[in-house]
């Protein structure tokens, strides 16, 4: 083997790109503007995905969103419990709807603010709290796409399912009825107990 390609602790060297501080800003800014372009090539990557596969991809799926004047927003293993879960409220008359965010970076915020559309209230479930911030990841780039908005839903950001605490249609829906029943709710965000029964 070529004991170039080594690690040796007698030879300690750096391996990988490494950018020092006269060129380091540059490289970062490089590095966003390459990630903000790929937007440009997701249609074309996920159409050919769709006929290699059979499978089509967006950066969201809706659910019910036409004319909801609630929406849920989900990302990964939530997405099918709170879609089943927009389901079987709409049966009962519930004006919700539901999205899934599929890609996170670039954030496709315009594309999510379309999706809302009129929507008065919108509802964020995110399975992940950033401690000493204001909520949940979701959340906090959900607020940050409508903060230069006049006109804007009202977000709820509501914590969920840490540690793999199991979330169910019940648990969606009684955030449901809080929300809807105008519970106080903390502004920043909600630590929801998820053991309803």
């Avoid at 997701?42 to 059979?54: A, H, L, M, Q, R």
């Avoid at 793999?164 to 965000?189: A, C, F, M, W």
Wanted: positive net charge.
């Amino acid at each position: 083997m070529n004991p170039l390609r080594m690690l040796d602790p007698e030879l300690p060297r750096s391996i990988g790109a490494f950018g020092a501080q006269n060129v380091y800003t540059e490289v970062k800014m490089a590095q966003d503007m390459a990630l903000d372009q790929s937007a440009l090539v997701w249609e074309d990557v996920w159409n050919e995905f769709s006929e290699k596969f059979g499978r089509r991809y967006k950066s969201l799926d809706t659910c019910q969103t036409e004319d909801a004047d609630t929406i849920f927003i989900t990302m990964g293993s939530l997405s099918e419990t709170a879609r089943s879960a927009i389901i079987e409220m709409r049966e009962t008359e519930e004006k919700v709807g539901f999205i899934n965010l599929r890609l996170w970076r670039p954030f496709p915020g315009k594309i999510l603010k379309k999706a809302i559309g009129n929507a008065k209230k919108v509802i964020v479930i995110d399975r992940m709290l950033s401690p000493g911030s204001q909520g949940g990841p979701l959340g906090l780039e959900l607020r940050a796409t409508y903060c230069n908005e006049i006109k804007h839903p009202k977000i709820w950001n509501f914590i969920v399912g840490l540690g793999g605490r199991l979330i169910s249609r019940q648990t969606l829906k009684k955030i449901h009825e809080d929300v809807r029943g105008n519970k106080h709710l903390p502004e920043k965000y909600y630590l929801y107990d998820a053991r309803v029964k």
